[in-house]
Nanobody, 116 residues
């Protein structure tokens, strides 16, 4: 069983930054995951991939990221991060972390709101 808990969302002005965290509770740690990452869902839109970190460290990003976001993980802390810079109102969404291990696990989501 895997539990994921996000934190770090909030309200920020356009051009600002936020750092999201996703703490994983897993018996053998996050290195057992095939991949883990972040999705987001804005009101009225489908959930879209923000970033995924593959088991061996390769990180992939959604096209809209455009070098503004950095996903990382701390294996010792069983925690994944999403550093978001140069935020725009279009980045307003609920951000979910996920882990892929036999099945998909999701966090509860954290709201990010970017004001213009």
């Amino acid at each position: 069983q895997v539990q994921l808990v996000e934190s770090g969302g909030g309200l920020v002005q356009a051009g600002g930054s936020l750092r999201l965290s996703c703490a994983a509770s897993a018996a053998s740690g996050i290195l057992q995951f095939n991949d883990m990452g972040w999705y987001r869902q804005a009101p009225g839109k489908e959930r879209e991939l923000v970033a995924t970190i593959m088991k061996h460290g390769t990180t992939l990003y959604g096209d809209f990221v455009k070098n503004r976001f950095t996903a990382s993980r701390d294996n010792a802390k069983n925690t994944m991060y999403l550093e978001m810079n140069n935020l725009t109102p279009e980045d307003t969404a609920i951000y979910y972390c996920y882990a892929n291990y036999i099945t998909l696990y999701w966090g509860q989501g954290t709201q990010v709101t970017v004001s213009s």
